[in-house]
């Protein structure tokens, strides 16, 4: 599969949270310890907000991440309040820049780690049913940009929770029909670059995992000690596919069947089911 890191609050270094963690995403492209791969190398992507920028920069490569001088250059210099970075771990479909996450669409970023079981045999019947005016940005082969496709087809940009529950819905009743027990296995993370919504949900209900970060104030008076921390901002989020350490108190498994919302008013988090 795949290892993705979302990350929303006061701009920060992007280096500071895809290297200088114990278990930096990086080095997770090496040595995951919970994806069905150990290695992620199948390409790599990273989209980040600015405040005086009508859409998200995206810098996608077909190399492994963890050697990439280039993604190394970007993350020492680039700061951002609102970030994506995602290590691909292919399922069956090419390795190639339009198939690696996260997706662009307008000011909207998509990203995705899980599969659509069956994909090659629901796969018509899915892109029959994008929007046709949609239909032509659809650039890779993957069952992830089509789901994003989906989502927007939906109302993405008006309901996302609703847009990613009928997406899902689609694709659960598309399987069933093709004889796919259990056609969905998804943990998403998507954004307009000032919310940002993540996802947990298979119809097996054995989810990927996924989880959030403890409020920074909280884990700084923990571990006063860690150096780590004191450069991370008291409003900083992060929604990853596995923690980026073991500091204790640090991470919590999001719930299975939720989605949660981090924004500026507060965040939440809910229930989750297809419709």
């Not at 492209?29 to 990273?46: C, I, K, Q």
């Not at 995206?58 to 963890?66: C, E, S």
């Not at 005016?133 to 609703?162: C, H, I, K, N, V």
Request: charged content about 20%; hydrophobic content about 40%.
């Amino acid at each position: 599969m795949c290892r993705w890191l979302a990350y929303s609050g006061s701009p920060i270094l992007l280096e500071n949270l895809l290297y200088r963690p114990v278990h930096s995403l990086i080095d997770q492209s090496l040595h995951a310890r919970m994806g069905v791969e150990t290695t992620n190398g199948d390409g790599f992507g990273v989209g980040w907000y600015m405040p005086d920028k009508d859409s998200p920069a995206v810098v996608r490569d077909i190399g492994p991440a963890w050697s990439d001088r280039n993604l190394r250059e970007i993350a020492g210099h680039v700061v951002s309040p609102l970030f994506f970075a995602h290590i691909r771990a292919s399922t069956g479909t090419a390795v190639q820049q339009t198939n690696c996450h996260p997706f662009r669409y307008g000011r909207w970023m998509w990203m995705h780690n899980g599969a659509i079981d069956g994909f090659p045999l629901l796969r018509r019947d899915l892109a029959l049913a994008v929007r046709p005016d949609l239909f032509p940005y659809l650039e890779g082969s993957t069952d992830s940009e089509m789901m994003f496709y989906l989502a927007l087809t939906f109302g993405l940009e008006d309901d996302p929770r609703g847009a990613v529950a009928r997406m899902a819905g689609l694709v659960e009743r598309t399987g069933h029909e093709h004889g796919v027990e259990h056609p969905m296995q998804m943990t998403v993370a998507v954004t307009d670059g000032v919310r940002l919504w993540s996802f947990r949900y298979s119809t097996q209900r054995t989810s990927r995992s996924l989880f959030y970060s403890t409020r920074v104030e909280t884990l700084k008076s923990l571990h006063p000690d860690v150096a780590f921390l004191r450069d991370i901002a008291d409003d900083a989020r992060l929604i990853v596919s596995e923690p980026l350490g073991d500091l204790p108190g640090a991470w919590n498994e999001v719930p299975e069947s939720s989605y949660g919302v981090v924004q500026p008013e507060g965040d939440e988090m809910h229930t989750f089911a297809p419709e």
